[in-house]
């Protein structure tokens, strides 16, 4: 497979922004909902037990979202920095902006199978870019 035509530490950088606006993905699901059943400006927050089920999804991967974006953040400033620069470390960044983005669809699908595998597949190319992180750091 072609590597992108990105300078792979750029790449690392790209990615890291697209994975902090996924965080937010899932959230256009949640808004629509909201707006659906009436949004409660005094008690936005208290609204999720009138959400559909859809809706609770979506702000569960969100959630996790939240959770996600620092490791691979993490991993792909890290290898930023050591100057990791192989076509490996680049398509662990972009497999986890894919994994990140399918996980939300299947989360909100409620496909749980799918959705863990899609969150295993991102915490596997994080791992990966620390992994490659302290190779290069120990050369």
Same mark, same amino acid.
Request: net charge positive; aromatic share 18%; with cysteine.
């Given at each position: 497979?072609?590597?992108?035509?990105?300078?792979?530490?750029?790449?690392?950088?790209?990615?890291?922004? $697209? #994975?902090?606006?996924?965080?937010?993905?899932?959230?256009?699901?949640?808004?629509?909902? /909201?707006?659906?059943? @009436?949004?409660?400006?005094?008690?936005? /927050? =208290?609204?999720?037990?009138?959400?559909? &089920?859809?809706?609770? /999804? #979506?702000?569960?991967?969100? *959630?996790?979202?939240?959770?996600?974006? &620092?490791?691979?953040?993490? =991993? #792909?400033?890290?290898?930023?920095?050591? @100057?990791?620069?192989?076509?490996?470390?680049?398509?662990?960044?972009?497999?986890?902006?894919?994994?990140?983005?399918?996980? +939300?669809?299947?989360?909100?699908?409620?496909?749980?199978?799918? /959705?863990?595998?899609?969150? =295993?597949? @991102?915490? $596997?190319?994080?791992?990966?870019?620390?992994?490659?992180?302290?190779? *290069?750091? +120990?050369?």
């Amino acid at each position: 497979m072609p590597v992108p035509q990105l300078p792979v530490p750029v790449l690392f950088l790209y990615c890291i922004a $697209v #994975a902090f606006l996924l965080i937010y993905f899932p959230f256009l699901a949640v808004a629509f909902a /909201r707006m659906s059943v @009436g949004y409660d400006y005094y008690a936005p /927050r =208290a609204m999720f037990e009138k959400l559909p &089920p859809y809706a609770q /999804r #979506a702000t569960w991967a969100h *959630q996790n979202s939240f959770e996600a974006f &620092p490791i691979f953040a993490a =991993a #792909a400033l890290m290898a930023y920095v050591t @100057g990791v620069n192989s076509p490996t470390s680049a398509w662990a960044a972009l497999s986890f902006i894919a994994a990140r983005l399918l996980y +939300s669809v299947f989360y909100i699908s409620n496909i749980p199978l799918l /959705r863990s595998l899609m969150y =295993a597949i @991102g915490l $596997v190319c994080s791992c990966t870019l620390f992994v490659l992180s302290i190779i *290069q750091a +120990s050369n």
